[in-house]
């Protein structure tokens, strides 16, 4: 199927900036800077500024970025701007902004209605919908040969990022008695229990779990048996699927407008919950994450959009909003339906988008591949074991096949990193100190998960010869 656009409008009038916009936008960035600046002076005891000082600050920085958003108008904007809003409410009234996360469960819960029908009429309607049905299997080898590649480049980054910062070196195992009860509930599954997890034993059930790679399997197998019926039943299901596919994308779009508030109260509940002092537990740890995910990004995504010749700066502007809401949410579901259209709108046919995105939902995690690794042995640093890098390639590669199982396992990261770290003889003490900022660091890891499943769809249809650098959607404009 080729792309399927609501309306066909021949021009879309441009947007004209506000006189005021730009030098909020940059007062916004140098406030931003200033108050980092201040706080990691203070984390390294290099002076300690006043409380009053860094007030002003931050409710400075509250005003010019709300004041920004307001002449911007864009949700995109928004979402950013509340993240501030969030971060300074959080801080300052942390007792109120407890109460908040009432908002981002309501945002989560209207987003996941719509994963199940969204999927699967994309799914079945790229396929069943698709003459070339070899095509549809080029499609999927070739998915899946790319998925490999960049994960395990991924396992890699985190392995040496790990390892040159020794994050993990020196860590007080006491802190983690409080955690251990959570990690000891953890169930490490088997292979046989995580292969059959991947198939659906009630569609019903799926849907109502929202478990993506079941529906994916429905969805395959029912498109394949769609396309063998007869032309008159074909056509009369594939009809009701596209209207379908298109209500979703429009309800997606009324839920986005209730997106920034919800990532306000995601922040702010978030630090009110956990307070200033986890920016600054275990900062190395956090850091090397951060600058490793910069790292893949850079030296591992972007020379593959270069190679492809992918038009950046498109594809950035089309993926900043579904990237946002992964990172303030913590949650790639939540991105999934922005990500999908956002994609469309570049120039991806919906066919390709709509199987390389959910497939990679849980074959192409490329951030969480790589919080893996690193994590894997940060716990041997913590436990005082000095692993040889030939034992340190071993956890890689075992990693490499068990964390395709990640999407399949309910808290599935720290079921593969428990496990792994199980197999190899490594106490799970350390597991349970990560535990108490992993809130932080899946915000990191789930960002670069949807930017990686982006670009992999842009990447699979420059290799089909499908991608359409011409493709001008209509323009939704997301006022708010």
């Known amino acids: 199927m080729a792309h399927l656009p ?15 916009e730009k030098p909020f936008a940059l007062v916004s960035i140098s406030l931003l800077s200033l108050l980092a600046i201040l706080l990691l002076f203070s984390l390294y005891e290099i002076w300690s500024a006043p409380p009053i000082l860094l007030g002003v600050v931050r409710w400075a920085l509250l005003l010019c970025t709300t004041i920004y ?24 009234f942390p007792s109120f902004s407890q109460n908040l996360k009432v908002i981002s469960d309501i945002f989560l819960k209207l987003i996941k209605t719509v994963i199940a029908p969204l999927l699967i009429s994309t799914l079945v309607v790229g396929i069943a919908g698709h003459s070339d049905m070899k095509q549809i299997g080029r499609i999927g080898w070739k998915s899946l040969v790319y998925f490999e590649i960049v994960t395990t480049l991924a396992l890699f980054v985190g392995l040496i990022a790990i390892n040159i910062s020794r994050a993990g070196v020196g860590i007080d195992l ?13 169930k490490e599954q088997t292979w046989q229990e995580i292969i059959l997890h991947i198939f659906p034993e009630s569609i019903a059930k799926a849907i109502a779990q929202n478990e993506i790679l079941q529906i994916v399997v429905f ?22 699927l596209e209207s379908l596919s298109e209500i979703m994308f429009k309800f997606t779009n009324v839920v986005m407008y209730f997106a920034p508030f919800a990532v306000g109260a995601a922040i702010a509940y978030t630090l009110s919950k956990m307070g200033l002092g986890i920016f600054f537990n275990l900062f190395k740890l956090l850091l090397t994450l951060y600058v490793s995910l910069i790292a893949f990004v850079l030296l591992v995504l972007l020379p593959v959009a270069l190679i492809v010749r992918v038009p950046i700066r498109k594809f950035l502007n ?5 990237v946002s809401i992964a990172f303030a949410t913590s949650t790639s579901e939540a991105a ?11 120039g991806v046919p919906r066919k390709i988008v709509a199987f390389v995105i959910p ?3 849980s074959f192409n995690l490329d951030g969480t591949t790589l919080y893996l690794a690193l994590a894997a042995i940060f716990v041997a640093q913590a436990a005082g074991q000095d692993l040889s890098w030939g034992r340190q390639m071993l956890i890689v590669f075992t990693l490499m096949l068990t964390s395709k199982g990640v999407a399949g396992v309910p808290r599935a990261s720290l079921v593969i990193l428990s496990g792994t770290v199980s197999s190899f003889g490594l106490p799970t003490e350390p597991i349970a100190i990560i535990l108490g900022i992993d809130a932080l660091m899946d915000m990191a890891r789930t960002s670069v998960n949807v930017l990686g499943n982006c670009l992999a769809t842009v990447v699979i249809a420059k ?18």
């Not at 958003?69 to 904007?77: E, H, L, Q, S």
Request: charged share 25%; with cysteine.
């Open 6 to 20: 609501l309306e066909v409008t021949p021009h879309q009038p441009k947007r004209v900036a506000h006189p005021l």
């Open 69 to 92: 958003a307001w002449f911007r108008k864009d949700i995109t904007t928004w979402i950013l701007a509340s993240m501030v809003i969030g971060a300074v409410l959080g801080y300052d």
């Open 174 to 186: 006491s802190k983690a008695s409080e955690n251990q009860e959570k990690i000891a509930t953890i």
């Open 219 to 240: 969805s395959i197998i029912f498109a394949v048996a769609l396309s063998m019926v007869a032309e008159s039943h074909k056509r009369v299901m594939l009809t009701a």
């Open 318 to 322: 089309a993926v900043a909003e579904p």
């Open 336 to 346: 999934l339906p922005k990500a999908m259209k956002a994609m469309e709108n570049i």
């Open 359 to 361: 497939t990679g939902y």
């Open 463 to 480: 290799w089909e010869n499908e991608f359409d650098n011409n493709y001008t959607p209509l323009v939704e404009e997301d006022k708010c």
